[in-house]
């Protein structure tokens, strides 16, 4: 059984490598709740090693790799490929969604994956967090149902599976002119059928880029 607790903390080192990230993305640490980011990725690491849903082994590691480069879809020149709500696609830790979720509380997050017991962590995650913008939600991400067909504004893709594979099933997602943010190993796959891509960014982590895609009307 999960246990709920919480607290706040002043600044730490992790509130200041996050702060670092938004300064480098030209964006004023003052507009986020960097502090509340930092609070809750400070219990999600750890208990998301103890469930096996990160290989990650240390928390600096997991801000490194996972969620620094989820923030760079906060850069300005990718605010109007930023559409809500937002799918978090197989989100297992949910360190994409629920980072995005704090930083962007006027967005609608979900966090979707085919596992109950990832939903379960999940939804406690959401829960310590206290974040009434995000939710998660059980699902066969290959089979949408036609009322979650076409529902999101943007798909969040992060090591979900091969990516010419990902993008398929998230096209079946994304509503007309939404969007799909999808990081890769450069080169950026060549988009299907449904697909124009839009932009490009390099991120902080080697060999790790964030492509946007914008579907097709």
């Not at 989100?91 to 966090?111: I, Y």
């Not at 076409?150 to 096209?171: D, F």
Request: with cysteine; net charge neutral; aromatic share 6%.
């Amino acid at each position: 059984m999960f246990h709920v607790k919480h607290f706040s903390s002043s600044d730490t080192p992790l509130t200041s490598q996050l702060a670092s990230t938004i300064t480098s993305l030209q964006l004023s640490s003052d507009e986020f709740d960097i502090r509340r980011l930092a609070d809750l990725l400070a219990w999600l690491h750890p208990a998301a090693a103890r469930l096996g849903l990160t290989n990650y082994r240390d928390i600096q590691t997991y801000i490194a790799q996972l969620v620094v480069p989820a923030l760079y879809l906060l850069s300005p020149t990718l605010a109007p490929y930023r559409l809500s709500p937002m799918l978090d696609f197989g989100a297992g830790s949910g360190a994409v969604g629920l980072s995005l979720a704090c930083l962007l509380p006027e967005a609608e997050v979900v966090l979707a994956d085919r596992r109950s017991r990832v939903v379960q962590f999940l939804d406690l995650a959401v829960s310590r967090g206290g974040l009434r913008n995000c939710r998660s939600l059980l699902a066969d991400l290959s089979a949408p149902s036609p009322e979650q067909q076409g529902s999101c504004g943007t798909v969040l893709i992060r090591a979900y599976g091969p990516t010419t594979e990902a993008l398929r099933q998230a096209v079946l997602w994304t509503r007309p002119e939404g969007t799909i943010a999808l990081w890769h190993q450069p080169p950026a796959p060549d988009p299907p059928d449904h697909l124009t891509r839009a932009d490009t960014l390099q991120t902080s982590v080697p060999a790790l880029a964030l492509t946007i895609y914008r579907r097709d009307t």
